[in-house]
Nanobody
Framework: QVQLQESGPGLVKPSQTLSLTCTVS??????????TRWIRQPPGKGLEWMGT???????AYSPSLKSRASISRDTSKTQFTLQLSSTTPEDTAVYYC??????????WGQGTHVTVSS
């Protein structure tokens, strides 16, 4: 029922900020304790958790990305934004958002490819 869709520019130049939006649709969030997570997968590599924004708006980030990542939401709670600053080619990946609870990633979007290249 719940659908997630990632969107944003597919090409980013090094040093620029990557900005992606996750749009949630298809049904209301029935739990008051939901968590929206951003995960990425570089080509040929495994999944990497990037960060989480909670139902209350609190955020947590991977230690390796904390200095560069920022997750926010709009007032409707249906759009979530990931910003990753000072990008390098190593940030090239498929980026996913997922909606779940405190213990599970839950429903995933289909992912969106982002290439960081000059």
């Amino acid at each position: 029922q719940v659908q997630l869709q990632e969107s944003g520019p597919g090409l980013v130049k090094p040093s620029q900020t990557l900005s992606l939006t996750c749009t949630v649709s298809g049904g209301s969030i029935i739990t008051t304790y939901y968590y929206t997570r951003w995960i990425r997968q570089p080509p040929g590599k495994g999944l990497e958790w990037m960060g989480t924004i909670s139902y209350s708006g609190g955020t947590a980030y991977s230690p390796s990305l904390k200095s560069r990542a920022s997750i926010s939401r709009d007032t409707s709670k249906t759009q979530f934004t990931l910003q990753l600053s000072s990008t390098t080619p190593e940030d090239t990946a498929v980026y996913y958002c997922a909606l779940g609870d405190v213990q599970q990633f839950g429903s995933w979007g289909q992912g969106t490819h982002v290439t960081v290249s000059s």
